[in-house]
Antibody, heavy 122, light 112 residues
């Protein structure tokens, strides 16, 4: 079945780095846009970044621009999020999600992973 | 950025009764080609979000027909007919017509 499994979360000190991974299975990964969404404790959902199917174009929320890098390896059916210069505001559950469209180039998330927790604290 | 505003922020409903959540966007989500890019998600406790409704009123595969969406341009509603215990969680609306993708603050539904 269609599945997304995140890994790589953990406790990191302010200013540190972390790389999240998302392993996809059960669908043709290279055909889909993919995205990272996060939910901070006590807060709502926040879109972080997405990449198109080839990985040649990427987009970021202003809050992470210049610090986070999204990438993918279609041969390995994997999505990544390199997070640098982490601050307390980045503490959250990070979800990997598949994006789909009904046409016309506008996308939404239809399949989500269970998430991986990132805690930034000294 | 498009601001999504949900009301109410919390809801307590007796099983079997209906529930309604409103979502208002700061800009129209209607594209010139006629589609409206408004979605509803439910995040149950301890679970990832799941898609309920896409493009205002289309139920996603496997979603109960107790859920329905309506609205246009900037004003949208999610209706739950006959609330059940499994409906507990936080409901979010989301827009995808403009980057960044933005969500409402979430509406927490609990059972009385």
């Amino acid at each position: 079945q269609v599945q997304l499994v995140e890994s790589g979360g953990g406790l990191v000190k302010p200013g540190g780095s972390l790389r999240l991974s998302c392993a996809a299975s059960g669908f043709s990964f290279s055909d889909y846009y993919m995205t990272w969404i996060r939910r901070a404790p006590g807060k709502g959902l926040e879109w972080v970044s997405y990449t198109i199917s080839s990985g040649s174009s990427t987009y970021y929320a202003d809050s992470v621009m210049g610090r986070f890098t999204i990438s993918r390896d279609n041969a390995k059916h994997s999505l990544y999020l390199q997070m640098n210069s982490l601050g307390a505001e980045d503490t959250a559950m990070y979800y990997c999600a598949r994006m789909t469209t009904t046409g016309n180039g506008y996308y939404y998330m239809d399949v989500w992973g269970k998430g991986t927790t990132v805690t930034v604290s000294s | 950025d498009i601001v999504m505003t949900q009301t109410p922020l919390s809801l307590s409903v007796t099983p079997g009764q209906p529930a309604s959540i409103s979502c208002r966007s700061s800009q129209s989500l209607l594209h010139s080609h006629g589609k409206t890019y408004l979605y509803w998600y439910l995040q149950r406790p301890g679970q990832p979000p799941q898609l309920l409704i896409y493009e205002v009123s289309n139920r996603f595969s496997g979603v109960s027909d107790r859920f329905s969406g309506s609205g246009s341009e900037t004003d949208f509603t999610l209706n739950i007919n006959r609330v059940e215990a499994e409906d507990v969680g936080v409901y979010y609306c989301m827009q995808s017509i403009h980057l960044p993708l933005t969500f409402g603050q979430g509406t927490r539904l609990e059972i009385k």
